[in-house]
Protein backbone atom coordinates (compact mmCIF):
# COMPACT_ATOMS: atom_id res chain seq x y z
CA UNK A 1 0.00 0.00 0.00
CA UNK A 2 1.63 3.41 -1.05
CA UNK A 3 1.97 6.13 2.00
CA UNK A 4 1.97 9.87 1.30
CA UNK A 5 3.84 12.44 4.02
CA UNK A 6 2.59 15.82 3.63
CA UNK A 7 4.25 18.87 5.11
CA UNK A 8 5.25 22.46 4.86
CA UNK A 9 1.77 23.74 6.06
CA UNK A 10 2.00 26.82 8.26
CA UNK A 11 0.13 29.93 9.41
CA UNK A 12 0.83 32.89 6.61
CA UNK A 13 -0.64 36.03 6.00
CA UNK A 14 -3.24 36.81 3.06
CA UNK A 15 -0.91 37.38 -0.04
CA UNK A 16 1.21 35.66 1.32
CA UNK A 17 3.18 31.99 -0.37
CA UNK A 18 3.79 28.48 0.65
CA UNK A 19 5.18 25.38 -0.87
CA UNK A 20 4.04 22.38 0.33
CA UNK A 21 5.69 19.07 -0.11
CA UNK A 22 4.05 15.37 -0.69
CA UNK A 23 6.46 12.18 -0.26
CA UNK A 24 5.54 8.72 -1.30
CA UNK A 25 6.28 5.88 -0.23
CA UNK A 26 6.59 4.14 -4.09
CA UNK A 27 7.77 5.17 -7.01
CA UNK A 28 6.15 7.82 -9.07
CA UNK A 29 6.29 5.49 -12.06
CA UNK A 30 4.09 3.49 -10.37
CA UNK A 31 1.54 5.72 -9.11
CA UNK A 32 1.13 7.94 -12.33
CA UNK A 33 -1.22 10.82 -11.67
CA UNK A 34 -0.63 13.15 -8.57
CA UNK A 35 -3.25 15.52 -6.93
CA UNK A 36 -3.51 17.52 -4.14
CA UNK A 37 -6.40 18.14 -2.38
CA UNK A 38 -8.17 20.32 0.62
CA UNK A 39 -10.28 20.17 3.15
CA UNK A 40 -11.54 22.97 5.32
CA UNK A 41 -13.82 22.71 8.38
CA UNK A 42 -17.28 22.07 7.95
CA UNK A 43 -16.51 21.40 4.21
CA UNK A 44 -16.02 18.25 1.49
CA UNK A 45 -12.84 17.50 0.17
CA UNK A 46 -12.33 19.19 -2.95
CA UNK A 47 -9.73 18.26 -5.81
CA UNK A 48 -7.11 21.50 -5.92
CA UNK A 49 -4.47 20.03 -8.83
CA UNK A 50 -3.43 17.26 -10.63
CA UNK A 51 -0.12 16.39 -12.35
CA UNK A 52 0.59 13.64 -14.62
CA UNK A 53 3.92 11.64 -13.38
CA UNK A 54 5.24 9.52 -16.36
CA UNK A 55 5.23 11.86 -19.48
CA UNK A 56 8.13 13.83 -20.11
CA UNK A 57 6.15 16.88 -20.44
CA UNK A 58 3.31 16.55 -17.53
CA UNK A 59 -0.33 17.21 -18.32
CA UNK A 60 -1.55 19.83 -15.42
CA UNK A 61 -5.43 20.71 -13.86
CA UNK A 62 -6.18 23.26 -11.61
CA UNK A 63 -9.41 24.09 -9.70
CA UNK A 64 -10.97 27.45 -10.70
CA UNK A 65 -10.55 28.77 -7.22
CA UNK A 66 -6.69 28.44 -7.16
CA UNK A 67 -5.75 29.05 -10.95
CA UNK A 68 -3.32 31.35 -11.98
CA UNK A 69 -2.12 31.40 -7.95
CA UNK A 70 -0.83 27.31 -7.10
CA UNK A 71 1.67 25.85 -9.55
CA UNK A 72 1.80 21.78 -8.86
CA UNK A 73 5.27 20.13 -9.83
CA UNK A 74 6.92 16.76 -9.78
CA UNK A 75 10.48 15.46 -8.75
CA UNK A 76 10.21 11.69 -9.97
CA UNK A 77 13.66 10.67 -8.47
CA UNK A 78 12.84 12.01 -4.85
CA UNK A 79 9.27 10.74 -5.22
CA UNK A 80 7.76 13.72 -4.76
CA UNK A 81 5.23 16.18 -5.10
CA UNK A 82 5.04 20.07 -4.60
CA UNK A 83 2.47 22.60 -4.59
CA UNK A 84 3.54 26.19 -4.62
CA UNK A 85 0.74 28.11 -3.53
CA UNK A 86 0.96 32.14 -3.70
CA UNK A 87 -1.75 34.80 -3.69
CA UNK A 88 -2.48 33.01 -0.47
CA UNK A 89 -6.26 33.92 0.45
CA UNK A 90 -8.38 33.33 3.62
CA UNK A 91 -10.64 31.10 1.91
CA UNK A 92 -7.08 28.49 0.92
CA UNK A 93 -7.65 27.85 4.64
CA UNK A 94 -7.45 23.88 5.10
CA UNK A 95 -6.14 20.78 5.59
CA UNK A 96 -4.11 19.63 2.50
CA UNK A 97 -3.60 16.22 1.40
CA UNK A 98 -2.04 14.30 -0.95
CA UNK A 99 -3.30 11.31 -3.28
CA UNK A 100 -3.84 9.42 -6.57
CA UNK A 101 -7.03 11.55 -7.90
CA UNK A 102 -10.07 9.38 -6.69
CA UNK A 103 -8.40 8.70 -3.34
CA UNK A 104 -7.30 5.27 -5.06
CA UNK A 105 -4.82 5.29 -1.47
CA UNK A 106 -4.95 5.56 1.83
CA UNK A 107 -4.44 9.01 3.24
CA UNK A 108 -2.15 10.24 4.58
CA UNK A 109 -2.45 13.02 7.66
CA UNK A 110 -2.03 15.97 5.46
CA UNK A 111 -0.66 19.39 6.53
CA UNK A 112 -2.71 22.54 8.00
CA UNK A 113 -2.45 25.37 6.25
CA UNK A 114 -3.99 28.49 7.74
CA UNK A 115 -4.09 32.23 5.88
CA UNK A 116 -5.08 34.65 8.31
CA UNK A 117 -4.20 38.40 9.22
Known amino acids: QVQFVESGGALVQPGGSLTLSCSAS????????MAWYRQAPGKQRELVAS??????????YYADSVKGRFAISRNNAKNTVYLQMNSLKAEDTAVYYC????????WGQGTQVTVSS
Open 99 to 106: NRPGGAYS
Open 26 to 33: ASMFSIGV
Open 51 to 60: IELVPRVATT
